[in-house]
């Protein structure tokens, strides 16, 4: 080897010592083990649509590689200080950013292949039971960023700080920052700060993200941008740090002269760009309105991504057709088994619908969710309705068939069939628009369901001491329940049920436009 | 001098209490110190007054089971600031120096436990902590259980790793609602067998950390 050659070969020579001394190396079993309790098994549990599967990369493994990764960081970055071989090192060739560049590389070295095995696994397992679309790139690209980011953060912190307290203090400390940014994310809404939209645990999807319409990169982007930015401004800090190494105010000038222009210039141009990057995302973000594709920002934003996807559902039945999204055909079978009772018990009667579709959610079904997670509203979105002429029952994907967090094992439950069907003769027979039946609705709901074969908790008490309600009780501003009490609803039901089939479908028949409209009252149902 | 000048101390019998207590104190502040334990107490504070504010300006859920979400963080932050006080800077002299050690590892470790309670609780004045100063307390004691057990195997600067793969596990347990006493982060404030498993970890931990120290690595 000439010496040339080996000058040149120098860095990665170094490089690839710290890949080989690397402490991430060790940390490695840890985080696979957490990977497979966490990520993965909350991957698994979710609809095998590719969005929602996805969203673990920006939620459930940044909870794991992120902080983990900012303390080893900060620990690789204390290095030179808890040793205390600063001036030592400084009499060496290389200068400090090459040393410390090369073991922030062999940080990110394992811990972006960690990384990418963990997504490459949540992929491949995704791929096996998905049945529409194929796999997104911008949650992988937002994660990476964000790793690296965080990884940037630990190093920065450890260098202009290297205490043994650090590296365990900015672990707990991004975690936090990180649960911080999912909580102030769910609490997004137009109208309001729309600055968390940058934390990337804003991922937290609909069951039906990405099937009916693409999943706009808007907010991807932005957060790429300002994480990047936060990274690239903070590489300057440790540039102008290393050139800097142990030197007074009063020698900086001659500091500077010493070590180069060149340093001083790089590192305030990262420091220029990164700050640049990262408010120009945030700016963007307060220009983020809501549309059918998510989030969008108008100066980002590809009107091509508000076209809906073609597709042609999976349909059964005959008389009465269930159809749903080929992304959920393994929901088929169960909402078949699930609407078949209960459209026969109303087949034939004014406003009964042919046919079940499943429809788009929409963005204001998310929000609606966030806003019941946070507690801070009672839940009141509609997941399905009656529509058109001849009538068809279009219910929300993420609502009934198919939430971010079920699965077609799930949707084989008695829980989940009896949940269905209520939505669906909820929508028959109550008022349109509305989300709580009156009592006379409630009654008639249940003895349908009772007929039809379903188990809940209101069937299976209805003929007991205490009946349960299909509903959620109605309350006064002090909290009082009011209206008829779940005995009075349960012996109404009981009656109604007790009718013959023919004379039920009669009576329904007969009385079904003042059912819808709410006047008739509980001792009215036979 | 001579050896027998040496061997026999020269004071009066009658000042050796005195003169004992004077060096015990001297050596126990001594060893504190060359465990970093005033910055210890400084992460401590700093822990209390994230929790603080974390409560005060809502930054996470106000109640129902994620409420114990960053709570349940920062305790593990406390409990990691004691663990790496575990490292010494001296290896095998001071092993070698004398029979005090494992007594100065007991106190040390035991007195920054309470004392991490103590502060984290004094952070939590007068606001809504989830779970209250139980769940917190236990959460300290289990966690730096864990990190005093990890410290034997990774030395004492990094014993806050498995503590907090285990807080990151936790947090995972709390979504899922699993109900082990192992993951008693997640468990009420009065639940026995949750008590039992921090205790014995802490426990177990702080023996074997008193008998046999921190790992040593000429690379820390």
């Not at chain 1, 042609?312 to 088929?332: I, K």
């Not at chain 1, 018990?345 to 406003?351: N, R, S, T």
């Not at chain 2, 409420?67 to 575990?86: D, R, S």
Request: proline fraction near 7%.
């Amino acid at each position: 080897m000439t010496a040339v050659a080996f000058a040149r070969s120098r860095p990665v020579r170094v490089f690839r010592l710290e890949i080989r001394h690397s402490p991430v190396l060790w940390a490695i079993p840890l985080l696979a083990a957490l990977f497979l309790f966490d990520a993965f098994r909350t991957a698994a549990g979710f609809v095998p649509v590719w969005s929602v599967r996805a969203s673990v990369i920006t939620t459930a493994m940044i909870a794991e590689f992120g902080p983990l990764g900012a303390g080893l960081a900060a620990w690789v970055a204390s290095r030179e200080g808890r040793r205390k071989t600063g001036d030592l090192l400084e009499t060496t060739v290389r200068p400090a950013w090459a040393r410390q560049a090369a073991a922030l590389g062999a940080t990110l070295f394992w811990l972006l292949l960690a990384f990418g095995i963990g997504v490459a696994a949540v992929y491949a397992d995704t791929a096996r039971q998905a049945t529409w679309g194929g796999p997104p790139v911008w949650p992988v690209v937002v994660g990476v960023v964000e790793v690296v980011t965080l990884a940037v953060i630990g190093f920065t912190a450890g260098t202009l700080v290297p205490g043994r307290f650090t590296a365990p203090l900015v672990a707990i400390g991004t975690f936090v920052a990180s649960l911080v940014g999912f909580h102030a994310a769910l609490k997004v809404k137009p109208g309001s700060s729309l600055s968390a939209l940058l934390s990337p645990a804003t991922a937290v999807p609909q069951g039906d993200a990405g099937v009916f319409y693409h999943v706009a990169p808007d907010v991807a982007i932005v957060q790429v941008m300002f994480m990047g930015g936060i990274s690239v401004a903070l590489l300057g800090v440790l540039v102008a740090r290393s050139a800097l190494y142990q030197v007074s105010y009063r020698e900086f000038f001659s500091a500077v002269w010493r070590a180069g222009r060149w340093p001083f210039a790089a590192a305030a141009a990262l420091l220029v760009v990164g700050v640049a990057a990262s408010s120009t995302a945030f700016a963007l973000t307060g220009t983020a309105r809501l549309g059918v594709s998510g989030w969008n920002i108008p100066a980002l934003h590809d009107a091509a991504s508000d076209k809906p996807i073609p597709y042609t559902p999976d349909c059964a039945g005959t008389t009465f057709t269930v159809c749903v999204h080929p992304a959920f055909s393994a929901f088929l079978g169960s909402a078949t088994a699930a609407l078949q009772p209960v459209a026969a018990e109303i087949a034939g009667l004014p406003g009964a619908p042919v046919r079940a579709e499943e429809v788009d959610s929409g963005p204001a079904y998310r929000l609606g969710i966030g806003t019941v997670l946070l507690g801070s509203a009672s839940p009141s979105i509609l997941n399905g309705a009656i529509t058109g002429t001849p009538p068809v029952y279009e219910y929300l994907a993420d609502a009934d068939i198919a939430p971010f967090w079920g699965s077609a094992s799930i949707a084989a439950s008695g829980d989940w069939r009896s949940g269905f069907e209520q939505e669906f003769l909820t929508a028959f027979a109550g008022k349109p628009g509305t989300f709580f039946p009156t009592p006379a609705q409630q009654a008639v709901i249940t003895a349908l369901m009772v007929a039809a074969g379903a188990e809940n908790k209101a069937t299976l008490t209805l003929h007991s001491a205490s009946p349960a309600l299909a509903f959620p009780q109605q309350d006064d501003s002090s909290g009082h329940p009011v209206g008829p009490s779940p005995a009075q609803i349960a012996a109404a039901a009981v009656r109604f049920g007790a009718l013959s089939p023919a004379a039920r479908h009669a009576w329904l028949a007969a009385n079904l436009p003042a059912l819808r409209a709410g006047t008739i009252t509980l001792a009215q149902v036979p | 001098m001579t050896t027998a000048e040496v061997r026999t101390p020269s004071a009066a019998p009658g000042a050796r209490p005195a003169w004992r207590g004077a060096a015990g104190a001297r050596l126990a502040w001594l060893h504190v110190r060359s465990r970093r334990v005033p910055g210890a107490v400084l992460a401590l504070a700093v822990c209390a007054a994230v929790l603080h504010a974390a409560l005060r300006w809502n930054w996470t859920f106000n109640s129902g089971k994620l409420a114990q979400q960053v709570p349940m963080l920062i305790e593990a932050g406390a409990a990691a600031a004691v663990v790496v006080t575990t490292h010494s800077p001296f290896g095998e002299p001071e092993r070698a120096g004398g029979r005090w050690l494992p007594y100065l590892r007991l106190g040390t470790a035991l007195a920054l436990t309470g004392l991490a309670i103590g502060v984290v609780q004094l952070g939590v004045t007068a606001m809504n902590l989830n779970g209250g100063v139980l769940q917190m307390a236990r959460n300290i004691i289990g966690i730096t259980g864990i990190g005093l057990l990890c410290s034997l195997a990774t030395g004492g600067l990094l014993a806050w790793v498995i503590p907090m793969g285990y807080i990151a596990f936790a947090q995972y347990a709390l979504t899922e609602a699993w109900r082990s006493p192992c993951t008693w982060p997640v468990r009420p404030p009065d639940d026995r067998g949750a008590w039992i498993c921090a205790g014995l970890v802490f426990g177990v931990g702080l023996l074997a950390f008193t008998l046999r120290g921190a790992r040593q690595s000429i690379r820390d």
